[in-house]
């Protein structure tokens, strides 16, 4: 089979297999920089879902085409403007990819405009800002453009050196499994809303597929060479001494791991990294990985380490399946019953990190919802959730980072959710739980004390005003409000109630969002200014839709055994709240 056959066929599966699983919208982009790996997986796509289509139309027996097969692709660039050329080689992008009919959207990065930071002086270090500037705009342009997923050229060289950049870093061996085929892009960033990398709620709902990951470099390069493919190769990527992740790549191409046989002298810090990689490869134990066995070897190791982050994440969705108890929303309830048959170290692990991230009120997919990763948080944490009886051993709720608060309970579907303050006795038709639930905030008086604000009381006033003056000339709006990065306040301008807005529009009222119950869910007030008073105009949180696989569903028939969600819900029709995070493996 010739080069770009082999790669399309394999294409084709994982293609049909996103738009099985409805990850393919109408109108995916690809990430092209007018390398080879981003010109072979733009014409891979193009093609596949041109061979779909014609094979769907014109058989005489025609196959099902999946249902919601992309009607186009759309081609992006971002133009740094840091090198010579760099605006050649974006119109050469935009001509090549409307020669084959694809849309283009080429966009130039704004410097020194926020959240964008200075234009890079030559000899400063950009990988990691460049990375961010270049997401933070394919992100912008994918809202433009109403395209939902970004499709990127990384190949299986690109995966291993990016496993050994993160064993450089001390990660674990799921970390060392390197780049998803398929994830979400998460809300982004560890730093203030609306920084850099922050993409929020809008976030949720984006993805990145990475269909080449399991194919080398020289098989993109057979592929663009037999298919007549331009394109343009970036001399940066070849200097070892600019980037940890060059100096990989010139160690592989020589089949060493051997720094003086670049005959380069390289920086301290990437000789520092590249001996923290051997120390991390000598320390996995699900692969013999050799740092000299050349390309082909390390490629089979790190591929090995793949497949066994995708088994993790089976098997921890099958743990959840067994072990979840319904729970109010924003809480994870999960019994010990169920998860004491999981033994496997990486599995309890993966398992952990997955509740926490759900939970936590840290950006989703960010390390800080993970609780840093720290390895003695995570082990206390699988110590106690692993103990059978915790009430016997006088354990006390907990935090060990992440926002997430533990708590050990006694659940009967036939009574209220027992939280024993000490010693107790698990009775006849009990079995011992625990709940995660997000961490209790710092008093208000002790937020005013060090001068920190309180992040769980909103003030949206200025937002909702600015949509309400825009009101006649863009009618439609819909406002979303991020809020405590674990629910998704949504407000329909168009329908507030003209009073209400006449008073928001002149400053006599203000529209907040405080906490509700016990388990910190948002509530809309409207605040007189006049008379200081407060009420309550929408309470009411949806079920989520289209999260039918979704390990936590929210479950408002609950009863007797959660007495606390018969709260009154409020609801206002211009209102809609919605929990947001998700604890799905991607």
């Known amino acids: 089979m010739c080069p770009s056959c082999w790669v399309v066929e394999k294409n084709r599966r994982a293609t049909v297999h996103c738009a099985r699983t409805r990850l393919l919208t109408p109108a995916p982009a690809v990430a092209n920089s007018g390398g080879v790996d981003s010109t072979c997986v733009?014409?891979?796509?193009?093609?596949?879902?041109?061979d779909i289509r014609e094979e769907h139309t014109t058989r005489s027996a025609p196959?099902?085409?999946?249902?919601?097969?992309?009607?186009?692709?759309?081609?992006?660039?971002?133009?740094?403007?840091?090198?010579?050329?760099?605006?050649?080689?974006?119109?050469?992008?935009?001509?090549?990819?409307?020669?084959?009919?694809?849309?283009h959207i080429t966009t130039t990065v704004p410097w020194s405009t926020p959240?964008?930071?200075?234009?890079?002086?030559?000899?400063d270090a950009f990988e990691e800002i460049g990375r961010n500037v270049r997401y933070q705009l394919l992100f912008r342009a994918m809202r433009k453009a109403g395209a939902d997923i970004l499709a990127l050229g990384h190949h299986s060289d690109d995966q291993v050196e990016t496993s050994l950049i993160r064993l450089a870093r001390g990660t674990t061996e799921l970390g060392a499994g390197g780049m998803r085929r398929c994830r979400r892009w998460g809300m982004g960033s560890n730093g203030p809303e609306h920084s850099l990398s922050w993409t929020g709620s809008e976030g949720?709902?984006?993805?990145?597929?990475?269909?080449?990951?399991?194919?080398?470099?020289?098989?993109?390069?057979?592929?663009?060479?037999?298919?007549?493919?331009?394109?343009?190769?970036?001399?940066?990527?070849?200097?070892?001494?600019?980037?940890?992740?060059?100096?990989?790549?010139?160690?592989?191409?020589?089949?060493?791991?051997?720094?003086?046989?670049?005959g380069v002298d390289l920086p301290p810090n990437i000789l520092t990294s590249l001996k923290e990689i051997h120390r991390g490869v000598a320390a996995l134990e699900s692969v013999d990985m050799d740092l000299t066995g050349g390309p082909e070897d390390l490629r089979a190791a790190v591929t090995v380490l793949s497949e066994q982050v995708e088994d993790v994440d089976s098997l921890v969705d099958s743990a959840l399946t067994r072990c979840h108890l319904p729970s109010p929303p924003g809480t994870y309830l999960l019994s010990y019953r169920g998860?004491?048959?999981?033994?496997?170290?990486?599995?309890?692990?993966?398992?952990?990190?997955?509740?926490?991230?759900?939970?936590?009120f840290h950006p989703w997919g960010t390390v800080r919802a993970d609780g840093n990763r720290r390895r003695s948080s995570i082990e206390r944490i699988i110590e106690n959730l692993w103990t059978p009886d915790p009430f016997a051993k006088r354990l006390p709720p907990f935090v060990a980072g992440g926002g997430v608060f533990w708590t050990p309970v006694i659940f009967s579907t036939d009574h209220p959710l027992r939280i024993p303050s000490g010693a107790a006795v698990v009775g006849p038709g009990e079995i011992v739980a625990w709940l995660a639930s997000r961490q209790p905030p710092l008093s208000r008086s002790n937020m005013s004390h060090v001068g920190l604000p309180n992040p769980l009381r909103v003030d949206a006033?200025?937002?909702?005003?600015?949509?309400?003056?825009?009101?006649?000339?863009?009618?439609?709006?819909?406002?979303?409000?991020?809020?405590?990065?674990?629910?998704?306040?949504?407000?329909?301008?168009?329908?507030?109630?003209?009073?209400?807005?006449?008073?928001?529009?002149?400053?006599?009222?203000?529209?907040?969002?405080?906490?509700?119950?016990?388990?910190?869910?948002?509530?809309?007030?409207?605040c007189n200014q006049e008379t200081g008073r407060e009420e309550v105009l929408h309470s009411m949180l949806m079920r989520p839709d289209g999260h039918a696989k979704q390990a936590m569903q929210l479950d408002f028939g609950m009863g007797a055994t959660w007495p606390w969600v018969r709260i009154p819900q409020i609801k206002a029709d211009w209102i809609r709240l919605r929990w947001i995070r998700s604890a799905s493996a991607l």
């Open 63 to 103: 196959v099902e085409a999946p249902e919601n097969l992309p009607s186009e692709l759309i081609s992006m660039t971002v133009d740094h403007g840091l090198q010579d050329g760099s605006e050649t080689v974006a119109k050469q992008c935009a001509e090549r990819a409307e020669a084959r009919g694809i849309p």
């Open 461 to 526: 006033t200025e937002r909702v005003r600015a949509a309400l003056l825009r009101r006649d000339e863009e009618p439609a709006q819909v406002l979303h409000v991020l809020w405590d990065c674990r629910f998704e306040v949504k407000m329909f301008i168009d329908l507030i109630p003209d009073r209400l807005a006449e008073r928001i529009l002149d400053g006599r009222d203000k529209v907040m969002i405080h906490p509700n119950t016990r388990w910190y869910w948002p509530k809309v007030v409207h």
């Open 115 to 123: 959240p964008f930071p200075d234009r890079p002086r030559p000899g």
């Open 42 to 50: 733009l014409f891979l796509i193009d093609r596949l879902i041109r």
């Open 339 to 360: 998860i004491s048959t999981v033994r496997d170290p990486l599995v309890q692990r993966a398992l952990v990190l997955r509740i926490m991230r759900y939970v936590s």
């Open 204 to 262: 949720m709902h984006k993805w990145m597929l990475r269909p080449l990951l399991e194919f080398p470099k020289d098989r993109l390069l057979a592929t663009c060479e037999e298919n007549n493919l331009e394109y343009v190769t970036d001399e940066t990527n070849f200097q070892p001494q600019l980037t940890l992740r060059n100096a990989i790549r010139a160690l592989m191409a020589k089949n060493t791991f051997d720094p003086e046989a670049l």
